[in-house]
């Protein structure tokens, strides 16, 4: 026997009618006094705009020429490789939560960093329907939709032994100052290739972050653009006084614009940069990569200088200190742990 179910319509502004089904009428009632307040708040019910073409707007209106190319290529991936599949033949003023938690639940398969990138992409699209395109009273991409899964395996700081032995094995190569800038600057990798000599200031023992070298899939070897990830990367940052020392004994003998050049003089590229650091890995006795020296010095900014999270959050470059906790909290932690050792011992 097929289950019953109850209509009843409201006539829009346009003369069009709409219809509102439910289980019971009270349920399908329910629907439409729930539509009647969209309509007195000034909401237009009648839009027939789906998730795919409210996602290509975003896309090009929102995001193309605003951000960085490699961003713009996370987003369009995102968009049509996990969300127009799973919500995209739906109207905007049809999706509810459970269409978010429904898309997600088919996509167990990927880690859970990478759900959690299709959400935020995900709320990010619905806010144009709720804030621009006044379609929806809300977002239906909640905020206790979460991306489930095991956590990636985090990044570890290289210990005191390890940090010695790098900037041992990296003396007198090409790589030097891009460990030693990494170590003591916190520099993302783009951040140190696009540095210039004039980007020190030696008097106030300074270091501006202003540019980067971008990669792109259409220029893999990098290029340079005088933006940085984010608003909160411009930044200056303050050097110790031998990091100083030993960049001025280097810039007197350089013929570059560039701090970390290639051999041609200019900035060095993408497939120099991993070529020389395979080099130099192999010879270091334990495994290491490039952006574990920017977080061995965010972490030694918290654990031994005593940087707060808001210095800390600025120094990084990070857009907000809830990025800085999500991944130095446990160090935070750490530290007042010994502070509270050595006040109680201290009695």
Known sequence: MAKKSYTVTLTLPNGKRKYFRGSTRKEAEARREEAVKQLD???????????????????????KGNVRDVTY??????????????????????VKPVHIRRMLSGYNELSKGT????????????????????????????????????????VSALTKAQTGKLLAVAKGTRLYLFVLL?????????ELLGLMWSDIDFDKGMLTVRR??????????????????????YRDIPLPQHVLAELSE?????????????RDGSYMSSGTLYYEWAQLVGELGFPCHPHQLRHTCITNWIADAGLDIKEAQY???HSSSDMTLDRYAHYLKQDRIEQTKRKIQAV
Not at 41 to 63: H, P
Not at 73 to 94: C, E, M, N, Q, S
Request: neutral net charge.
């Open 182 to 190: 990494a170590l003591n600057a916190g520099l993302r990798r783009g």
């Open 315 to 317: 120094c990084a470059g």
């Open 115 to 154: 759900r959690r990138l299709i959400i935020q992409t995900t709320r990010t699209i619905f806010d144009v329907a709720v804030e621009d395109l006044d379609m929806i009273p809300k977002n239906p991409c909640v905020k206790n939709i979460k991306a489930a899964g095991e956590e990636p395996e985090k």
């Open 250 to 262: 280097y810039k007197a003998q350089s013929c570059s614009l560039y701090v970390i050049p290639g």
């Open 41 to 63: 708040a000034g909401f237009d019910i009648s839009n027939n705009m789906t998730v795919a073409e409210l996602s290509e707007l975003w896309l090009k209106d929102y995001k």
């Open 73 to 94: 290529k996370g987003y369009d991936t995102r968009v049509h490789t996990w969300i127009i599949p799973a919500l995209g033949g739906l109207k905007v003023i049809d």
């Open 212 to 233: 980067s070298v971008s990669y792109t899939e259409n220029n893999p070897q990098g290029e340079l653009v005088h933006t940085v990830k984010t608003e909160a990367g």
